[in-house]
């Protein structure tokens, strides 16, 4: 069974972003940028299928600049047999990254699709839905287990209202909450290994997808601050505020 | 301009969210109409139908939409969607599943969970966890949309009587089935639409810990939260996750209780009116968000609150 494991690099989790002096866009320079954390999840439950002899082959797939190669390697020393980078400067929208992904689906034939549900730059949790629409392959979001089993997935997903189980016939698309698991740390050896491994580069343009933006991001600005708030000495004093000056109790 | 809502509903009644829609396609202007896609769903359908403003009420009921499955609920929707220029849902975990799908049938790139209208093509959204608000103007001749519910307030439930009327083909994909579900049970308000939300982090130490929030809670007719390392240390169910990932919730008044305040967590808080902090390290990051900051040991604060009101 192939698993094809789609991984973003984004902004650290860690980083508190600022917005470009003037405020067209999210101020990227010297920031420390990682692979997405719900991507980094999907890598690992690729590699947890591996390991339990389920999956045979992990194929890691990134859309974005040539630094995105980095994030590759990660996934490389994780456990992923190869890469795939397609390459662009541009800043692809989820319908034109899912249709790229597409395309590298049509080529590498992949069993099942593991991705994360939300990339946490632009919080759209958009990709693997598209992705599904596109294939035309079922989808299973928001995933905190996946059993596989006789051509099938079995997840169990996230919802508002608890959990819900759901199973899919293979080829299926699966998107990573948080719960679906730990990710391992790598090891130097791997992290050496990984660099010997295969990584191709291929374009939008040489898998024939059409990369026009349809959304134009116009400016961002700050959120709006909060008044600096007060120490309270204790209970008293916190339950007389709540409800004399804030009266948000009674 | 036209604007279908799509009904977040369990088919024996329409979810108050969808009111939030309601209320973002008020503020963008136009006809606005409800589609209910669900299976025996015509007791949700009548509740939507009651929502003062509406056109009219379209119901595709069919046993093939029964658990809202994304593979045959988006065509479903897609096809009633090329009449209008709009298409809102409230982003629920059930609109975030079926809504980008619907957007890629059409060949059109949805905008996530806006938090304004600006105009009929522009529209502000968080990013990055809520650090940034961004501007987006979208050039699609359907603007796929998820509402972030707690930036527009409910519209009125009632007051309207528009007429209902049946819609639409089965679309039976077979792409998923539906095994079952674990639906946690509560006589508490709903994280989403309570007045006051208490939430407990991992300084609670342990799920019997929570016992204390509850007590209060039900004081207060709250609802309880929890923070990601809660949920992660298996002290409550994950449908009590606030933050950039879980749920996002704006209550009048906020108590975060042995909660850090990393970032992730603020994105689903931080909008709330009032928020107080009850946290024993003076440094903790909640605290530049806080109203009313208590450092103290929460097993010491909290029998105290609870004696005090
Ligand atoms: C991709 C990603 C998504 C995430 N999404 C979310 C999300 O949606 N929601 C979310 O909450 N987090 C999320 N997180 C996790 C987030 O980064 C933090 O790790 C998490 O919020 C920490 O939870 P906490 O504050 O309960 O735990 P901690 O950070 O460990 O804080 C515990 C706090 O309890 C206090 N404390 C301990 N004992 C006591 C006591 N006896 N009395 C009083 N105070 C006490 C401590 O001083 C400390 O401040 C996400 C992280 C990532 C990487
Ligand atoms: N540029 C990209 N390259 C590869 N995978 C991506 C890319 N963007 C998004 N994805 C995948 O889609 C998921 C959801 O992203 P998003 O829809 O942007 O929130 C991510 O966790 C990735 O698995």
Redesign the interface.
């Known amino acids: 069974m192939k698993v094809l494991v789609a991984v973003k690099r984004v902004v650290d989790y860690n980083v508190k972003v600022r917005p470009k002096s003037d405020m067209t866009d999210v101020d990227l320079a010297n920031v420390k940028m990682s692979i997405n954390p719900f991507c980094e999840i999907a890598v690992e439950e690729a590699v947890r299928l591996k390991e339990k002899g389920v999956a045979t082959e992990i194929v890691a797939v990134s859309v974005g600049p040539q630094q995105s190669q980095e994030q590759l390697r990660t996934a490389l020393a994780l456990g992923a047999d190869r890469a795939i980078l397609v390459n662009t400067d541009e800043t692809l929208e989820p319908l034109a990254i899912a249709k790229c992904l597409k395309a590298v689906c049509e080529s590498e034939s992949p069993d099942i699709i593991l991705m994360g549900k939300q990339a946490i730059d632009g919080d759209n949790n958009q990709t693997g839905q598209m992705l599904g629409a596109l294939t035309g392959y079922g989808q299973a979001t928001f995933a905190s287990e996946l059993t596989i089993e006789g051509g099938n997935a079995t997840v169990i997903r996230e919802v508002d209202g608890g959990l819900q189980t759901l199973a899919l016939p293979l080829p299926a698309i699966v998107t990573a909450d948080l719960r679906l698991n730990e990710p391992r740390y790598a090891s130097l050896p791997n992290i050496m290994k990984a660099k010997k491994k295969q990584l191709d580069t291929t374009t939008p343009v040489d898998l024939g997808v059409d990369i026009a933006n349809r959304v134009t991001l116009l400016g961002v600005e700050l959120p709006a601050e909060r008044a600096a708030g007060i120490k309270v000495e204790d209970i008293a004093q916190l339950v007389d505020k709540l409800k004399n000056e804030a009266k948000v109790i009674s | 301009m036209s604007t279908l809502v799509i009904a977040e509903h369990d088919n024996s009644s329409m979810n108050v969210a969808t009111l939030n829609s309601v209320a973002a396609a008020q503020a963008l202007g136009g006809d606005i109409d409800i589609l209910v896609v669900g299976a025996d769903c015509q007791a949700a359908a009548e509740q939507a139908a009651q929502v003062d403003g509406i056109g009219k009420v379209m119901v595709a009921d069919n046993a093939a939409y029964a658990?809202s499955?994304?593979?045959n609920v988006?065509p479903m929707i897609a096809e009633i969607a090329a009449g209008y220029s709009h298409i809102m849902a409230t982003a629920?975990?059930?609109a975030?599943?079926?809504?980008?799908?619907?957007?890629?049938?059409l060949?059109?790139?949805?905008?996530?969970?806006i938090s304004g209208v600006v105009s009929e093509d522009?529209f502000k959204r968080?990013?990055?966890?809520?650090?940034?608000?961004?501007?987006?103007?979208?050039?699609?001749a359907i603007k796929v949309l998820t509402v972030r519910g707690t930036a527009f307030d409910a519209a009125p439930a009632d007051g309207g009587s528009a007429s209902i009327e049946a819609v639409g083909s089965a679309h039976d994909?077979?792409?998923?089935?539906?095994?079952?579900?674990?639906?946690?049970e509560s006589d508490r308000p709903e994280l989403?639409a309570a007045d006051?939300v208490i939430s407990g982090g991992r300084g609670m130490g342990n799920g019997e810990n929570f016992d204390m929030l509850y007590n209060l809670a039900d004081k207060?007719g709250a609802a309880v939260g929890a923070s990601?390392a809660a949920?992660?240390a298996g002290f409550v169910?994950?449908?009590m996750q606030v933050g950039?990932?879980g749920?996002i919730v704006a209550p009048?008044?906020y108590v975060a209780v042995g909660i850090s305040g990393a970032?992730?967590h603020l994105a689903g808080m931080?909008d709330s009116?009032?928020?107080?902090a009850i946290n024993k390290d003076?440094e903790a990051p909640i605290?530049s968000?806080?109203?009313?900051?208590?450092?103290?040991d929460l097993f010491v604060?909290l029998p105290?609150?609870d004696a005090?009101?």
């Not at chain 2, 975030?96 to 049938?105: F, G, Q, S, Y």
């Not at chain 2, 060949?107 to 969970?113: E, G, K, N, P, R």
């Not at chain 2, 968080?126 to 699609?140: C, E, F, K, M």
Request: proline letters at 3%; hydrophobic letters at 45%; a negative charge.
């Open positions: 658990h499955l994304a593979e988006a629920t975990t059930t975030k599943n079926i809504m980008p799908r619907v957007a890629a049938l060949d059109v790139q949805a905008i996530s969970d522009t968080p990013i990055y966890a809520g650090n940034l608000i961004a501007t987006v103007q979208s050039s699609d994909s077979a792409k998923s089935s539906f095994i079952g579900e674990e639906v946690a989403t006051i207060f990601r949920v992660d169910p994950n449908d950039q990932t749920k009048d008044l970032i992730q931080k009116k009032v928020i107080v003076e605290f968000v806080a109203d009313y900051g208590l450092v103290a604060a105290e609150l005090a009101v």
